[in-house]
Nanobody, 125 residues
């Protein structure tokens, strides 16, 4: 059974940092592009960042450019999201998922599958 487990979230003050991890079990996702998304209460799930399966290319939403960094370790079947200079508006439930459909640079959550439970990030002002 495929399972993705996100971890590393928590409560942090504005300006602080967190490192999220996304570990896959049940199958390897080393051949898949991976994405991070987030969803705040009352809002739709939105794209945050993605990384190609070899890790050579990345894509970021404008609101995280220069602050967040996505990376992956295929040997560990894990994807990371380093988040620096956090802002209160970054507060959300963060998810990772492999891209199962669409093109390499798809930012549409519908093109991603095997969603985990997410990890909560709360940034206080």
């Amino acid at each position: 059974q495929v399972q993705l487990v996100e971890s590393g979230g928590g409560l942090v003050q504005a300006g602080g940092s967190l490192r999220l991890s996304c570990a896959a079990s049940g199958r390897t996702f080393s051949g898949y592009d991976m994405g991070w998304f987030r969803q705040a209460p009352g809002k739709e799930r939105e794209f945050v960042a993605s990384i190609t399966w070899r890790g050579g290319l990345t894509d970021y939403a404008d609101f995280v450019k220069g602050r967040f960094t996505i990376s992956r370790d295929n040997a560990k079947n894990t994807v990371y999201l380093q988040m620096n200079s956090l802002k209160p508006e970054d507060t959300a439930l963060y998810y990772c998922a492999p891209r199962a459909y669409g093109s390499t640079w798809s930012r549409d959550p519908k093109d991603y599958a095997y969603w985990g439970q997410g990890t909560q990030v709360t940034v206080s002002s």
